[in-house]
């Protein structure tokens, strides 16, 4: 599975998503420009002792991206699709693409890639403008993966032995 964010503006929310991403086994894809600076101490502490986990890629431009992702079925996470996340099948190398925090997706997404634009349910109203950016990327990377037999490889055993969690924050 492939989480892209387009220009991440919040450094937690990033972090957020690379510690999703570590224990997902999920590439990570940032688009630039950023809203932060990779050295940022949210996003590190947010992503914890899991970069090294990670695979991530930085792009310039998203279109190279797409370019060298042609075959893989791509999904773009918006509050302005009327389609359901629930409604369409998941490919274990789908491209989950996810908007900046202020302003979502651009609307040649929308236009050029209608069908695959979906949304995650809300309440009807305006004031509810979307979900947090690192909420909404686990909603749908937890859904995509319980499509796939034996959930994509995930594990449902413990991580944790005689009681203690294996962290490094112990």
Known sequence: MH????????????????RLCAV???????????????????????GLDYWNLLDI?????ICDLFAAYKENPKFFLTSKAAKGYTEVRYDPESLLVFGRETSGLPDWMHEEFPEQCLRIPMIPDPKARCLNLSNAVAVVVYEAFRQQPDFGGLSFTPTFHAGKLNSQYE
């Open 3 to 18: 989480i892209v964010l387009y220009q991440p503006e919040i450094p937690a929310n990033t972090g957020n998503v690379v």
């Open 24 to 46: 997902t086994g999920c590439h990570l894809h940032l688009i630039r420009p950023l809203g932060f600076n990779t050295d940022d101490r949210q996003l590190k502490r947010a």
């Open 57 to 61: 890629d930085y792009w310039d431009d």
